[in-house]
């Protein structure tokens, strides 16, 4: 989910797909293939790019293609995360400061053992299956609904595939938080799970899958 205030700088909603298409991307894809997934034309979407990368929100590569010239790839910079950051991160980063400031140095990392918690009971409530499978198949929407990009894949293992890190933001200062989070999805479905992170540019792909 974007940031209201950048809309207006992005501009139009063509743009917002294309940001979402390759947010959700492995690794960035050419203008023929947006073009394919949006149904726009190959033009219209080579204007936009071009005038994003511009912008700095999108950076270019080439991949060597089967035959003929290499092939120009698209894929999201890190300014790019911005227009899906958190609004109220700096709240959230103020308490965190505020709170070790009134109860000393390991109150940020109890305030967030308790939102994790908080956040399992919530989904727990929420999910009402009974194979691991389907709990992480039921996980997996809610995650996309709140805003991870999440989406299930179904084999063996099945997997859930997120592209939006939530907490990407605090990460710096709480690098905890990654572990908390995969704490907290191993107990809403059930079982140990395993948590695959990758960044690259502008790209975030979380792969989870059973243990």
């Known amino acids: 989910m974007m940031k209201r205030r950048i809309v207006h700088e992005i501009g139009k909603s063509q743009r917002l797909s294309i940001l979402e298409l390759l947010k959700r991307s492995a690794n960035g894809m050419a203008v023929a293939d947006i073009a394919l997934s949006l149904s726009m034309s190959y033009m219209g979407i080579k204007a936009h790019c071009i005038e994003m990368h511009q912008q700095g929100y999108l950076e270019t590569w080439r991949q060597p293609g089967m035959r003929g010239r290499p092939l120009m790839y698209y894929r999201l910079t890190e300014k790019a995360h911005e227009l899906f950051a958190e609004e109220n991160y700096q709240l959230v980063s103020s308490l965190l400061q505020v709170s070790k400031t009134l109860f000393g140095p390991t109150a940020p990392l109890k305030l967030l053992m308790l939102h994790f918690r908080s956040l399992a009971t919530n989904y727990q409530e929420r999910i009402k299956k009974e194979s691991v499978m389907e709990r992480a198949r039921a996980l997996s929407l809610l995650r996309e609904a ?6 299930f894949e179904e084999g063996t293992p099945w997997k859930i595939i997120e592209s939006h890190d939530l ?14 989070e995969r704490q907290m999805i191993s107990d809403v479905i059930g079982v140990p799970v395993r948590r695959d992170i990758t960044r690259v540019a502008g790209l975030y792909r979380a792969v989870i899958t059973p243990e």
């Open 167 to 180: 907490y990407q933001n605090l990460l710096t200062d709480y690098p905890e938080v990654e572990a908390l």
């Open 146 to 151: 709140d805003g991870s990009m999440s989406q």
